[in-house]
């Protein structure tokens, strides 16, 4: 039996009840975790606080989570009234991107993640899309997720998964507004907003997606992705190497084999 690849997810901090107990604790929703893990990798934890960028040295890919807005500080902003940031993962996170992306460890950034991932090459958000747009479709009412169409752009690496056209869960009220120098849109909803961020150029397969694939588990073809280069980059040395190409074009192939892998 092959090695399960090493993935790492963030985590953040909340209140949290088990037992008699109810603590501030670090936590990621269990559907990133079943997300990995059904595509084939190993998930790895990691949490919001003495963290830095030598646990890539130990990772075969990288998840970056949904959760909490980026502060608007961090894109020298004033903030919006309905920001409502989480300090605490922004310096990690940001250095977390910019590092995978460096050294060519597959990436994986989901909602927040897509915004941590613009913000960190120099990009910045829209805070509140209803305020553009005029309606609240991306996050309906709280803690009820929102339904996305969108096409992508031909040759990217989105749609060399996705297809010319998907549909996903979302869950978001920011959004991409400048896009960072070295990323381009690969996919947009009608109304024009980004759904998909990639690098123009890196060592490594990267994809942040403003949507969340995570709550849909008959469509693991994003996490199979990003397992599979994971996978193929299990091949060489992690600490100081970059991935072998930047697997874009394999990235299709991880279907079949991603399904192969999850029945491990």
């Given amino acids: 039996m092959t090695d399960r690849p090493r993935i790492g997810l963030t985590t953040y901090y909340k209140e949290a ?29 990691l949490p919001p606080v003495g963290l830095d ?19 608007a500080a961090q894109y020298a902003a004033a903030p919006h009234p309905s920001t409502a940031p989480e300090p605490v993962r ?31 090459l120099g990009g910045t ?10 309606h609240t479709a991306y996050q309906p009412s709280p803690g009820v997720f929102g339904e996305v169409t969108f096409r992508t752009e031909p040759g990217s690496r989105i749609a060399d998964v996705l297809g010319p056209q998907a549909s996903s869960p979302c869950y978001h009220h920011q959004g991409v507004d400048r896009v960072a120098d070295g990323l381009v849109v690969t996919a947009r909803s009608a109304d024009g907003v980004v759904q998909a961020l990639e690098p123009a150029e890196a060592p490594g397969w990267a994809v ?37 190409g930047d697997g874009h074009q394999e990235a299709m192939s991880s279907t079949t084999a991603g399904e192969e892998r999850s029945t491990v």
């Avoid at 960028?53 to 502060?71: C, E, H, N, P, R």
């Avoid at 996170?93 to 927040?112: D, H, M, N, Q, T």
Wanted: with cysteine; glycine share 10%.
């Fill in 17 to 45: 009840a088990w037992g008699v107990w109810r603590r501030q604790a670090a936590v990621v929703p269990a559907v990133y975790v079943e997300g990995v893990a059904a595509a084939g990798g190993a998930p790895l934890l």
């Fill in 53 to 71: 960028t030598s646990v890539l040295d130990v990772l075969d890919g990288l998840v970056l989570i949904g959760g909490a807005d980026v502060d």
């Fill in 90 to 120: 922004d310096a990690p996170e940001l250095a977390l991107a910019r590092a995978a992306l460096e050294r060519g460890v597959p990436l994986l950034a989901i909602c927040r993640g897509v915004q941590v991932l613009n913000v960190a």
């Fill in 125 to 134: 958000l829209d805070q509140h899309l209803p305020d553009r747009l005029g």
């Fill in 208 to 244: 942040g997606v403003q949507f969340h694939p995570e709550e849909n588990p008959a469509d693991r073809r994003l996490f199979r992705a990003l397992v599979h280069q994971a996978t193929t980059r299990t091949a060489t040395p992690r600490r100081g190497q970059s991935a072998p």
